[in-house]
């Protein structure tokens, strides 16, 4: 049974990565993966695959018909220094930034108390219910202000959200982001509670390839 696991590599790492792919799996072709987002797919000698998706959809994505590169053309569409907007959040705190070229150049972490889901029933639940709604929608409301201010001072041309798909949604969906709330978004991110190194991490990996490798069936 084949296993797969998922790797993030950044676009100058990719060469070395595939020659080592290269090196423990035997010569290799590189073809489109036949997805939109102009995803590549490597098939080496011993059945081993990778697939190597860009971190924002290609505009052209290269095609086996037009004699290019493929590897130089996906590389081509991607800009390691393109400003990345960063919104983090999970119940109980918040870190948001932007980065350039992997490096924070303004950030704010906070955190902001969110009560835990209860097990009492009748009006305590309810009680509770409202009270952890509340401080929910206080944690969003903030962190949306927070990188709002960033987010004007240091314009982002892509987002990278993580942490609680629910609250990062409800994050951006607040009026002081509608600037940006239709800018691309790389993957989703999953983060433990996002303090500020797990912001720096975020923005090292953010324009990164996610790269999908599946071994040969039979592999050990």
Request: charged content about 20%; hydrophobic content about 40%; overall charge positive.
């Amino acid at each position: 049974m084949s296993t797969t696991r998922s790797v993030l590599v950044e676009a100058r790492r990719l060469d070395g990565w595939l020659r080592r792919f290269g090196e423990r799996n035997g010569g290799y072709a590189v073809q489109p993966a036949g997805r939109p987002d102009g995803s590549l797919e490597v098939v080496a000698e011993n059945g081993c695959r990778a697939v190597l998706t860009p971190p924002l959809p290609q505009v052209r994505p290269a095609s086996a018909a037009d004699g290019s590169d493929p590897v130089a053309s996906l590389l081509s569409g991607i800009d390691p220094t393109a400003p990345v907007g960063l919104l983090l959040i999970r119940r109980g705190g918040y870190s948001v930034g932007v980065a350039r070229d992997g490096v924070v150049l303004s950030s704010k972490t906070g955190t902001r108390y969110v009560q835990g889901r209860t097990a009492a029933g009748g009006w305590s639940q309810q009680r509770f219910a409202r009270r952890r709604a509340n401080q929910a929608d206080a944690l969003v409301e903030e962190t949306a202000a927070r990188a709002a201010a960033i987010f004007s001072e240091h314009r982002p041309s892509c987002l990278q959200l993580g942490g609680d798909s629910t609250l990062a949604a409800a994050a951006l969906g607040e009026p002081v982001l509608a600037a940006v709330a239709r800018l691309p978004q790389v993957p989703f991110l999953t983060v433990p509670d996002p303090r500020f190194a797990v912001l720096k991490e975020a923005a090292g990996s953010a324009l990164s390839l996610r790269i999908t490798v599946t071994d040969p069936p039979d592999a050990p």
